[in-house]
């Protein structure tokens, strides 16, 4: 490595350091001062179905990663639908050989004092999943899929209501 490739990498690494600092989250506290507090603030209501306990535990912790629970003062109500599709079936063995389960969240943030609607909106995500001849890998691969889903929905749900609350400041 001659001296002047090593001149360039170092100014490149000066150049990063010095670029480090710029960069910051687009809901983060220091764009929007008690945005985190107001995420912290909301309660998720019990969500149905097994794939809606995934969807709330994700929420919470997205939400409110702190353990803490100051005072609410919204509340996150989320319904979910689910359904499944199976784009190919094997003719030799009549069974499909993949799946898809496909969630959609309808979401509705209000204020718990007065009951005024924030923001509403809806939410989709799918996931993929291989089936097999046994019964048992196919229950535990669209399970996996049910906790992928939750998670995506979990985060877009979360930067939707964030930025449903940072534009109210």
Not at 9 to 25: D, E, H, I, K, S
Not at 94 to 107: D, E, L, Y
Not at 108 to 123: H, M, N, Q, Y
Request: net charge negative; hydrophobic share 45%.
């Amino acid at each position: 490595m001659s001296w002047f490739d090593r001149a360039r990498a170092a100014a490149a690494v000066l150049m990063a350091l010095g670029l480090g600092g710029c960069f910051q989250p687009l809901y983060g506290e220091a764009a929007h001062p008690g945005l985190v507090d107001d995420l912290r603030a909301v309660e998720v209501a019990p969500i149905k179905d097994r794939i809606g306990h995934y969807l709330g535990d994700d929420l919470i912790s997205n939400l409110n990663g702190s353990g803490e629970t100051p005072a609410a003062k919204y509340r996150l109500t989320v319904t979910i639908a689910q359904s499944s599709q199976v784009p190919t079936v094997e003719s030799q063995i009549n069974a499909a050989s993949a799946a898809t389960v496909i969630g959609k969240a309808t979401f509705t943030l209000t204020k718990i004092d007065g009951g005024a609607v924030l923001f509403k909106g809806d939410a989709t995500a799918a996931a993929v999943y291989d089936r097999t001849l046994d019964s048992f890998a196919n229950l535990r691969a669209s399970r996996d899929a049910e906790i992928r889903i939750a998670r995506s929905l979990a985060d877009e749900i979360e930067l939707r209501v964030a930025a449903a609350l940072g534009d109210r400041r």
